[in-house]
């Protein structure tokens, strides 16, 4: 069974700096996505950042990139630049490309922007 | 953009009572969920569903749950006798293929009195 952890509970960032959000998971398939979304207050999950487990190069999305070490079965979400907006719960999540189909959760973490 | 849409955003009902959930999927997805999260804990997967059928279910999704496709547009989500321990945000999710980006809906928010 895979399982996906996030040991930071809450965090906190001044307005304009960067913030790293960890991930770890265990898994014993080698094919799989790892994705990183943002639940803002009005609770609606919105995508930030999608890995392939295949790719090396690790993703980018504007402001946000992830430090994907699949050796270590780390995958942390890096924001730069951290605006207001950003105050959200951030889920990691796991899916393997095998029989199954579900999404399967970290416990989150708040994120708190201060101005 | 489209987006997946929920019905109704909050649903009050006595424990015993049946809901049907209702969620509207991006038209032209092929996959569709229902995941739920209780009050601080994390997101929680119910059931997908594909070609009319459930493809994958959880323990959670026992003999009182059950979902339905009844119209090409709709994917419903049945609870046939409440308990209280079900309140919780359901969320509907639909993605075009298997492995690609789950698209979320808003969630409905259940609350069993």
């Known amino acids: 069974a895979q399982t996906v952890t996030q040991s930071q509970p809450e965090m906190s960032v001044q307005e304009a700096e960067t913030v790293t959000l960890s991930c770890t998971y265990d898994?014993?398939?080698?094919?799989?996505?790892l994705f990183w979304y943002k639940q803002p207050p009005s609770r609606q999950m919105i995508l930030v950042i999608r890995q392939e487990a295949y790719k090396q190069q690790n993703a980018t999305e504007n402001r946000f990139s992830v430090n994907f070490q699949k050796a270590a079965k780390s995958f942390s979400l890096k924001i730069s630049d951290s605006q207001l907006g950003d105050t959200a719960m951030y889920f990691c999540?796991?899916?393997?490309?095998?029989?199954?189909?579900?999404?399967?959760f970290g416990k989150g973490i708040t994120l708190s922007v201060r101005p | 953009e489209p987006e997946v849409t929920q019905t109704p955003s909050h649903q009050v009902t006595q424990m015993g009572q049946e809901v049907i959930l209702r969620c509207v999927p991006i038209?032209?997805?092929?996959?569709f969920y229902w995941y739920r999260q209780i009050l601080g804990q994390k997101v929680e997967f119910l059931v997908s569903?594909?070609?009319?059928?459930?493809?994958?279910k959880s323990e959670i999704f026992d003999d009182q749950f059950s979902v339905e496709r009844p119209d090409g547009s709709n994917f419903t989500l049945k609870i046939r006798s409440t308990k209280l321990e079900d309140s919780a945000m359901y969320f509907c999710?639909?993605?075009?293929?298997?492995?690609?980006?789950?698209?979320f809906g808003p969630g409905t928010r259940l609350t069993v009195l």
């Open positions: 999540a796991f899916i393997h490309t095998g029989a199954n189909s579900k999404l399967t």
């Open positions: 569903f594909y070609n009319n059928e459930i493809s994958e």
């Open positions: 999710a639909s993605s075009v293929l298997l492995y690609n980006e789950q698209f």
């Open positions: 038209s032209n997805h092929l996959y």
């Open positions: 898994t014993s398939e080698s094919n799989y996505y």
